[in-house]
């Protein structure tokens, strides 16, 4: 397994790298360059890691080992949880470098009803603070609290002794206005549903323990959002990820973990954008996207984007995080995300430290942006994740 590890893994990773560095000043075949077109949905707050521990791998997740927040990464892994039940509290205040008031608060949690099947739930908060609305005139319309909210309830079972999957029902209700222009702007309702696979391998002895794990989980599949009765409808952030983790304990002291996940939006791309005929005239193509059905967008997401073939390469995500346990007790994280200039240009490095006591565990993370007055730097996250056989053993003592 070490020589997979080493001729198959580290290939890999070197490749997707060079991949980005390629796709970076992709151009059409008229060799003028693929014009700044990032991809834009409704509620975009589905897409925000929550939680502190894969906020610090870089947004990795799909496959690293099972925890309380397994819901918003991949809800198949909790059949694969050491403990019977778990809970966790995450908060994130967001953009601090833009505004001070907003806010992601993250509830999750799972209960293993046997060996083989779990149920999973989870609330996610935004909160996008107070907005002073006014007139053309300047006076004050009045102070308004958009937010907006996710509820889920997810079933796993094994499908092997390796392999699991999962289904994760989704409500979510985005209220912009505030109820002011309640004639004009609806609140928005609507539903989703993920499908999760995970798969998990170990191998070795008694000191050095070895696992290969790989997940995949489609997420955010449903209807359509409206804010102004049905008469115009967005997509919700629909997405795929996919990922491996390679885990290898040392000894009893020691573990450490190395994430790679892989990102795309299945969302149509917008049309409106320039391109050019093969004479070298500027075409500008109307955006007809809101108009397709959410399945068919699902499959012609990886053919629509206008600069063909490299700009779709553009459209993947690519993240890779570590974590590293000493004592099972103290753990040290940092991870990278890369996303294309031409598709939004996040670029960050991450990182972050968790602390494991006999009631809960306490996470936190950080994020390091790669350029300056970047909106997420000082993006820090907390969860607190609280150990549920603990608080057992403690009412039989009470």
Wanted: charged content about 15%; hydrophobic content about 40%.
């Amino acid at each position: 397994m070490n020589q997979f590890i080493k001729f198959w893994i580290l290939p890999f990773v070197l490749v997707i790298f060079s991949c980005l560095n390629s796709v970076g000043q992709a151009t059409l075949a008229t060799g003028q360059e693929v014009r700044y077109n990032p991809i834009s949905t409704a509620v975009p707050f589905l897409t925000i890691t929550p939680d502190s521990r894969h906020g610090a791998m870089g947004d990795v997740g799909v496959a690293t080992s099972p925890d309380a927040n397994s819901q918003y990464l991949n809800a198949a892994k909790y059949v694969f949880a050491s403990e019977k039940q778990g809970f966790s509290v995450s908060y994130t205040p967001w953009l601090r470098q833009l505004v001070s008031d907003i806010n992601l608060a993250y509830l999750a949690g799972y209960s293993r009803l046997n060996n083989n099947q779990a149920i999973g739930y989870s609330l996610r908060y935004f909160s996008m603070g107070d907005i002073t609305l006014t007139n053309m005139d300047e006076s004050v319309i009045g102070t308004v609290s958009p937010s907006e909210f996710a509820l889920d309830f997810s079933y796993s079972m094994k499908l092997s002794n390796n392999l699991s999957g999962g289904v994760t029902l989704r409500f979510i209700r985005s209220n912009l206005s505030g109820g002011i222009g309640a004639e004009v702007y609806d609140v928005g309702n609507a539903f989703a549903t993920d499908v999760s696979f995970y798969y998990t391998k170990n191998w070795g002895g008694i000191g050095s323990v070895r696992s290969i794990s790989a997940g995949a989980n489609l997420s955010n599949i449903g209807s359509k959002i409206s804010y102004d009765q049905g008469a115009n409808k967005e997509f919700l952030p629909a997405n795929m990820k996919i990922g491996t983790t390679y885990y290898h304990e040392f000894d009893d002291y020691n573990s450490l973990s190395i994430s790679l996940d892989i990102n795309k939006l299945l969302i149509p791309t917008p049309a409106n954008t320039v391109t050019y005929a093969d004479n070298g005239d500027i075409i500008v193509l109307p955006d007809n996207t809101t108009n397709q059905t959410v399945i068919g967008a699902l499959f012609s997401s990886f053919t629509d984007a206008p600069g063909k073939f490299k700009e779709e390469l553009q459209e993947f995500n690519i993240s890779t995080g570590a974590e590293y346990w000493y004592n099972k007790q103290f753990a040290v994280r940092a991870g990278y995300f890369n996303e294309s200039q031409n598709k939004g240009n996040r670029k960050f490095f991450t990182a972050g430290i968790g602390v494991k006591m006999n009631i809960a565990a306490i996470d936190f993370s950080y994020v390091i942006p790669l350029h300056q007055n970047n909106p997420l730097a000082n993006t820090i996250r907390f969860t607190l994740l609280f150990d549920m056989k603990t608080f057992s053993s403690l009412k039989k003592k009470n």
